[in-house]
C-alpha cells in the first residue's frame, strides 16, 4: 500500500505557473506508475498526466500538452507536476495517483482514472483571469 500527498497548489495569475508534489510513504515508491488528474468545479475528475515506473515514459492530455511537465524522483520518492502558461480553465483540484500496473503500463492505462488503486486527498489550484 502507498500513501499520497499533494502540496503546491494556490493562487496564480494567468500566465503564471506552479509545481505541485505528490509525497508518496509506504511501500517502494519505484513499484508504482503515478498519474496526475484534475477535477473543475461542476465537472468529473480528467487526466492530465502520467509516468511510468523509471520515469522513462510519460503521457499527456491534449490540453496541457507543452505546458505542464511530470517527472519524478524516485529516490525521495517524490512526483511533481510542472505547471507553466496556466489559464484559467486549469482552475481544478489536482490529485495524484498510483498504481503498480502488474499487467503493464501503458498510455491508455495510465490515462484512466479506474486504474489506479491510491489517491492523494487533492490540492486546489486557482487560475485567475
Known amino acids: 500500500q502507498v500513501q499520497l500527498v499533494e502540496s503546491g497548489g494556490g493562487l496564480v495569475q494567468t500566465g503564471g505557473s506552479l509545481r505541485l508534489s505528490c509525497a508518496a510513504s509506504g511501500r517502494t515508491f519505484s513499484g508504482y506508475g503515478l498519474g496526475w488528474f484534475r477535477q473543475p468545479p461542476g465537472k468529473e475528475r480528467e487526466f492530465i498526466a502520467s509516468?511510468?515506473?523509471?520515469?522513462?515514459?510519460?503521457y499527456y492530455a491534449d490540453s496541457v500538452k507543452g505546458r505542464f511537465t511530470v517527472f519524478r524522483d524516485n529516490a525521495k520518492s517524490m512526483a511533481y507536476l510542472q505547471m507553466s502558461s496556466l489559464k484559467p480553465e486549469d482552475t481544478a483540484v489536482y490529485y495524484c495517483?498510483?498504481?503498480?500496473?502488474?499487467?503493464?503500463?501503458?498510455?491508455?492505462?495510465?490515462?484512466?482514472?479506474?486504474?489506479?488503486?491510491?489517491w492523494g486527498q487533492g490540492t486546489q489550484v486557482t487560475v485567475s483571469s
Open positions: 509516468i511510468s515506473w523509471g520515469g522513462g515514459r510519460t
Open positions: 495517483a498510483a498504481d503498480r500496473f502488474l499487467a503493464g503500463w501503458t498510455t491508455e492505462k495510465s490515462g484512466t482514472p479506474h486504474e489506479y488503486g491510491y
